[in-house]
Structures are given as C-alpha cells and as structure tokens.
C-alpha cells in the first residue's frame, strides 16, 4: 500500500471522517434501555454498503448483528469485530452534553488537547469508527482493499453478549476462514503511553432479589410506614445481611467456597509480560481519570499492584435499591430490596461454575428465600499470544509511530473474545493509537486534536492504515 499518499486522503479528508464519526456518536443505542438500536443497526450497515461490502442486518432473538463482507479475492482476510450499543447516558455528573458529540479543550498531563465528549465516544464507536475511515481511505486510494474483510458488529454487547454466539454458529464457516481479527480499541493513556493487552477476563451478571412475599415476613405486597420496623421485619437489612456474607469485612476476599478454586497461575509467558510490565507501569493515569485516590494494595508495589489487577477474580455490587429513594423524606418499611452483581472471572475460571456456588452459598447461610436471576450470561475469559503475527503487526505499527508498548497479558475489563480464540480458533488484537476514557462514566471522551503525545483522531486513523500495512506484510 502507498502509505503516505492514503496519509494525505486522511488529512484531505479530516471533516468528511468527523462527520461520519459525528453521525453514529448522535445515533442513540443503548441496549439496557432499549433506545435507537435498531436506528443505529441501519445506519451502521449503510456505512459498510459505502464500502462496497455485501451487508446483513442478521436478526437474533435480541438485538441484530450487521454484518459487511468485502470479499476480492485476496489472500489474507481480517475480521473485525464491534459493538454498536452503548451505556445508558441519563447519569448525573456530565459536564457537556452527553449526546450533542461536543468538542472542548482538556488539559491531560501530557498536555492540552481538544476532547470529543459523548457517551459511546470511546467504548467504542470512536474506534469503530476510525476503522471504517481507515478502510475507506486504504480503498479511495488504492482503488480497492488489498485484503478481504469481515466486519461483525453486535448490539448486545453491554448486555453480556447474548446472542452473538447465535450469530457466529450462523456464520461459522465463513468466519473460521479470517486470518486473524481486530477489535479498535484506543491504547494511549494520558500521557501517551501505548497499553497493549492480549486477551480478557470473563464476567456473568445477576440480581439478588429479598422480597416479604417470597420470605414470608415483613411487607409482602408494598412498602409500608417505616413505624412499623419496630414489629415488622425487613427484606432490606436481610438483604444486606446475606451481600455481608460474601466477603470478608473488607469486601475484597469472597467467602463463597470454591470460588478461587480454578484461579490459574499466570505463565511463563505471563511472567515475563509482568516483569517488563513493573518497569514502566504508572498508575496516576488511571487515578486520574477514574477519580480515584486510593488503591486496595500498596501502589509502591507496582508487581503487587498488577497481579491484583489481572489475577483477582471479584465479585462487585453494581448497585443496591429498594423502598424510596427520592428527595426528601419518607419513612417506609420497604417490601423488596435488589441488588446487581457482577463475577469477573480470571484464567482458569469457567463461567458455568459461578452461580452454582452463589447459589449454594447462600442455601448454605438460610438464605433459601433470596431470588437469584441471571441478567447477562456473560462470557469466558479469553487469551492470545505475544507472538501471534497479528499482535507482532501491532507492536511494529506502534514503534514505527515511535511508542514503545507497554504489554499487558490481559485487560482487567471484559468482551467476548472466547468466540473468537475458542470457537473459530482466531487470533486477535486491540488497538489503534489514540486516547479515550471514562467509559461507563460522565464525560466520556475521546482526544479529537492531539499534542504531540496523544494522537488525535486522524494520528488514529493512520495508525490503523499502518496497522494494516503490517499485518499484510507479515
């Protein structure tokens, strides 16, 4: 590929690529709550039909995966793998907008930069997006693409994936034949560092649920006046009661038997990542943009800090409700109290084996009465190798950008890679030079103009090109 002159297309092209970007970030999809998914599965098919890819919106039972072909005969093929849908955004503490896409000024420690801001920015429609302009601009000047491509796009990926696995029994034998996939991810923190991770940890989601009506005591039918506590008793402290007896009182060690049963150690390989990892880790990038002041372990022990991070499976309280909850006040005896709970799941942990043991951890404490529903079922754990030819390809593309990538052996956060690794037997990677965070979180951003440091978005763009580049050579 003539890599400078698809480099000038790029920047010749800056507002046409914005635009693009502009449009899906306005597209509402927010699986949890069910808003525009079906809008954005359109659009985002028209864009691969700009392509000129052979384009489905694959119907599952939940919400459609579009997928694009582009077959021209080529030797290699790349699949690569997206989601479309994106976080609720109706969360207090945006300072712009959470859907206007707005551009303002940021200050990062590598310096000042101008900041995309709106929910799905960074996970990841921005990514996804810098792939598509990428390919565009490989095929505009080439006069087509020199490889063949397989984009997969599902909608239910902050829903734990559901039906993606309907999908690629569908299509496996198409499938099978990539060479290798990616999955845009932006690897730059905010002082520009590039942090390249090989693989994932597994999750499964699910709600506990203590109501009168199944307990047989306290409020059965509704929350009745909170006088009553004095001779009623309450789905909520019980509820509490039972989440207490998961950890130990600092709530970092679960108690639940067997749950650190399969908990492999890390590799050799794994290993070696680590000792090279404790050289240049830093973790006030994290502390900053997390709003975190404080870690579990001694961050002076940065090896001690890392393997708490990568090799800890964890089981969290995403959140707690029951009874009233509004401004003000109002004494009630609430009659049902939930809470949201995720597992993340390290190597060799199976995500079939979880629930089971929660199950039989609370039977086991007399807490028959606790309803347990599976929200999201959630994935395995997933891997790849340093040495895959497509994670050497990215290495190689970030050093010709003059990073040096920090490697780790897995992400702490979770996708479902296993389909892919496991079942077609693939290779993958994450990357694209650039910056984005807050995920899940208000404010979240993407970098549109770097500094030097931190690639903008067009830095990101190029570095896809070159990625390509790479991975076709190799």
């Known amino acids: 590929m003539n890599i400078e002159k698809i480099y000038t297309y790029i920047d010749k092209n800056r507002d046409s690529h914005f635009q693009k970007l502009r449009k899906m970030l306005l597209q509402p999809s927010v699986s949890p709550q069910n808003i525009g998914i079906r809008e954005c599965a359109e659009l985002l098919a028209r864009m691969y039909e700009e392509l000129e890819c052979e384009t489905e919106i694959f119907e599952t039972e939940g919400n459609p995966v579009v997928y694009g072909k582009y077959d021209c005969g080529a030797e290699k093929t790349l699949l690569s793998y997206f989601m479309y849908d994106t976080q609720p955004y109706d969360e207090p503490g945006w300072t712009h907008p959470p859907m206007e896409a707005v551009l303002a000024p940021l200050e990062l420690p590598s310096g000042s930069v101008t900041a995309l801001f709106n929910r799905g920015a960074d996970n990841t429609k921005g990514p996804m997006m810098t792939f598509l302009n990428a390919l565009e601009s490989v095929q505009k000047t080439e006069g087509a693409l020199p490889f063949n491509v397989l984009l997969v796009a599902e909608g239910e990926e902050e829903l734990g994936s559901p039906h993606l696995p309907d999908f690629v029994r569908a299509k496996k034998e198409e499938l099978k034949n990539a060479d290798a996939c990616i999955f845009p991810f932006f690897m730059q923190d905010t002082k520009g560092k590039v942090e390249l991770y090989l693989g994932v940890k597994g999750i499964i989601y699910f709600e506990l649920e203590c109501s009168g009506k199944t307990w047989g005591r306290g409020p059965t039918e509704f929350g009745i006046h909170g006088a009553n506590k004095a001779w009623v008793d309450s789905p909520a402290w019980r509820l509490i009661h039972a989440l207490s007896t998961f950890t130990r009182e600092d709530g970092n060690t679960v108690t639940v038997d067997h749950f650190y049963e399969d908990v492999a150690a890390p590799s050799l390989e794994d290993e070696e990542l680590i000792k090279n990892l404790v050289k240049t880790f830093d973790p006030e990038p994290f502390k900053q943009t997390a709003k975190v002041e404080k870690f579990i372990v001694n961050e002076k022990d940065p090896e001690k800090l890392i393997r708490k991070l990568l090799y800890t499976s964890n089981l969290n309280i995403n959140g707690i409700w029951g009874g009233y909850t509004g401004e003000g006040s109002k004494t009630l005896l609430p009659h049902k109290v939930t809470a949201k709970i995720d597992i993340r799941l390290v190597p060799n942990q199976e995500r079939d084996k979880m629930l089971p043991l929660i199950r039989e951890h609370l039977d086991r404490k007399g807490y028959t009465d606790i309803q347990l529903r599976v929200i999201d079922e959630g994935y395995n754990w997933s891997k790849v190798s340093v040495r895959e030819p497509v994670v050497q390809a990215m290495i190689r593309t970030c050093r010709s950008f003059g990073y040096e990538p920090e490697i780790w052996p897995h992400l702490a956060g979770s996708a479902p890679f296993y389909l892919f690794s496991e079942v077609l037997n693939i290779p993958y990677v994450m ?35 070159a990625f390509l580049d790479e991975w076709l050579k190799g």
């Open 431 to 465: 990357g694209a030079l650039g910056h984005g965070a807050r995920a899940h979180s208000p404010d979240e951003y993407i970098v549109y103009e770097g500094n030097g440091k931190v690639l903008g978005l067009d830095g990101a763009q190029k570095s896809m090109v």
